[in-house]
């Protein structure tokens, strides 16, 4: 059969359009050589994908190349599932190694190796880069080397060899399911680079290391006037929202909302639901502040000699609906016989000249009372001339419940300001309060391992032993 003469011109136009590409390729390459470099925006315009970027995707690789001179040198891509964190995050490796650096891909554990494998092979025989490999039976295996400088290594974060290259930056894929271990074990690969840059790129999951990451760049973040956290919902994600909108509006009705919330919304959430929703994680705006100005200061201390001894203050809205967190920072560790003077100092100042404090007893914690209690006569405090209170909370959690069910019941609202270093801690654990999903009735879930010792202060300073008499409204409080 004779081809027609279209196609045979077709098919010569899409050979000549296939020489010009490559030698447009090599011309690019050879650039490199020369010490030319692209910008990431060039670069990435020079790929041969099937799609355009969205604005926002070239604008995150060119912020994320702006840390790499950041004060610390950290970022993270939280995105929602689907929006291309993995295979973006793969253009940047690759843009990094056409600098010159080294880079290290770390995923949580072998079944995730193969995909940054596919697209680490397909983005390079996509562009110029696969005229500057040095070794093409790498794209094979797990790492890719460029004449002239530049390689990228995946590696399995639980296997033994991940502890032992060096680089000039990591990136730990899928962050939340990393075993901490072996997370903890991989700062030896700065040892010898002044550079140092560490990608964290996940969606969100509660309770692990990748909250523990945000949870800090967060605050740097806030020190260092910089944006280390570059975050991407599902509604500002055109790709998938606007053409397939319809079959993710029937996922979200079909999924609980903590998932969805979780896996779309970038939010880390608790699959049992938190136990306070009236909570203000936000600053205080000036209306609240001055309605606080005149309240007696109240504090609370909750005992624990090994994590630390946790002091809480804050202050009251004269109707008692507010409550105002505005110090949270452990005063030490020890047990009482180790106790020392500035820490019964910093005590006494919560509990004097017009402010209340209130310190957990009962059980163990019965020795800080009489530890205190000896430290007054000694130093000549007078017991009853300062606002110091004690209330005992039992070990199956029902009294500190009692406190919780009444704040929720009196729709009292908690403001505490995550924004605040000084409050993080407290405002986390607020966050993290839920109940117990194995329990046929309210309860409080309970982590003997983990005590949120900052918020169990925070409801001592909450008791209503804070409050003068004259401001305690029956049936208020517990």
């Known amino acids: 059969m004779v081809e027609s003469s279209q196609v045979v011109i077709n098919r010569a136009a899409r050979r000549e359009s296939s020489d010009k590409r490559i030698y447009f390729e090599k011309h690019i390459a050879s650039l490199r050589q020369s010490g030319q ?32 001179n950041s004060k610390a040198r950290e970022g993270v891509l939280i995105r929602s599932r689907g929006a291309s964190k993995s295979h973006d995050t793969m253009k940047w490796c690759l843009y990094m190694i056409y600098l010159g650096f080294e880079i290290i891909y770390f995923t949580a554990n072998a079944s995730q190796l193969e995909r940054p494998k596919i697209y680490m092979k397909d983005l390079i025989n996509r ?45 730990f894929d899928e962050e939340r399911k990393a075993d901490p271990d072996a997370y903890n074990n991989t700062h030896g690969i700065f040892a010898d680079t002044d550079l140092g840059f560490t990608l964290h790129i996940s969606t969100p999951e509660k309770a692990t290391i990748f909250e523990d990451t945000c949870d800090d760049l967060r605050l740097e973040g806030i020190r260092d006037n910089e944006q280390y956290i570059f975050e991407r919902v599902i509604y500002d994600v055109s790709f998938l929202w606007d053409r397939r909108r319809a079959h993710y509006e029937r996922l979200k009705r079909k999924l609980p909302q903590w998932l969805w919330d979780q896996e779309f919304e970038c939010k880390f959430t608790l699959p049992h639901g938190a136990v306070f929703h009236n909570v203000k994680y936000v600053p205080y705006p000036d209306w609240l502040m001055n309605l606080i100005q005149n309240e007696h200061l109240c504090s609370g201390v909750d005992w624990n000699p090994v994590s630390g001894h946790w002091l809480v203050s804050g202050k009251w809205t004269p109707d008692l609906m507010n409550f105002v967190f505005l110090e949270a920072h452990d005063i030490g560790k020890g047990y009482a016989l180790n106790m020392n003077m500035d820490q019964f100092q910093i005590i006494a100042q919560h509990g004097s000249h017009g402010k209340h404090i209130t310190l957990e007893k009962g059980g163990n914690n019965a020795e800080y009372i009489i530890w205190y209690r000896k430290l007054q006569a000694k130093t000549g405090f007078n017991w009853s ?25 009196n729709g009292i609202t908690m403001w505490c300001d995550k924004t605040r270093e000084d409050l993080a801690v407290l405002a986390k654990m607020i966050g993290d309060c839920r109940w117990d999903a194995d329990s046929d009735k309210p309860k409080l879930a309970k982590n003997p391992a983990n005590s949120p010792h900052a918020l169990d202060g925070g409801l001592h300073a909450m008791s209503k032993k804070n409050l003068n008499d004259s401001q305690i409204e029956v049936g208020r409080f517990y």
């Open 127 to 171: 562009s110029f880069l696969k005229w500057c490999i040095h070794d093409k039976n790498d794209l094979q295996k797990e790492k890719v080397e460029f004449d002239g400088g530049g390689r990228l290594t995946l590696v399995n974060l639980t296997e033994n060899k991940a502890i032992s290259p060096r680089a000039d930056a990591i990136v």
């Open 385 to 409: 001339n300062q606002n110091i209170h004690t209330e005992e909370w039992d070990s199956q959690g029902v009294e500190k419940q009692k406190i919780v069910t009444n704040i929720i019941q």
């Open 37 to 68: 470099y692209l910008s990431i925006r060039q670069f990435l315009r020079c790929m041969n994908l099937p799609y355009i970027h969205e604005d926002w995707q070239i604008d995150t690789l060119e912020n994320l190349f702006r840390l790499f």
